[in-house]
């Protein structure tokens, strides 16, 4: 079946970055041609929120908090997903959740802690 494991969380410093990848088995690129790609995050006491979307088309969408910060990328050839996080902020502390959603169907990643903090 397919799967999603995310990496690159970490201890970063306000205004540090970090990049976070997601793999995914050839599976899910090889089977479908429309879907959605994402990252999701979950601070503690608070809900699961959007980061950052792209398409298969190349779209991508992201969250006012991060707009200008953080960059939502792809690359087929790998199978991964990434998250470039630069001007890192406190707030930016939560769990980190690679996703990929397909017609019928979608897929979560374990989650890959990212903390910001001095």
């Known amino acids: 079946q397919a799967q999603l494991v995310e990496s690159g969380g970490g201890l970063v410093q306000p205004g540090g970055s970090l990049r976070l990848s997601c793999a995914a088995s050839?599976?899910?690129?090889?089977?479908?041609?429309?879907?959605?790609m994402g990252w999701y995050r979950q601070a503690p006491g608070k809900q699961r929120e959007l980061v950052a979307t792209?398409?298969?088309?190349?779209?991508?969408n992201y969250a006012d908090s991060v707009k200008g910060r953080f960059t939502i990328s792809r690359d087929n050839a790998k199978n991964t997903m990434y998250l470039q996080m630069n001007s890192l902020k406190p707030e930016d502390t939560a769990v980190y959740y690679c996703?990929?959603?397909?017609?019928?169907?979608?897929?979560w990643g374990q989650g890959t802690q990212v903390t910001v903090s001095s």
């Open positions: 792209i398409t298969s088309g190349g779209s991508t």
């Open positions: 996703h990929v959603g397909v017609p019928r169907s979608q897929y």
């Open positions: 050839g599976s899910i690129f090889s089977i479908f041609s429309i879907y959605v």
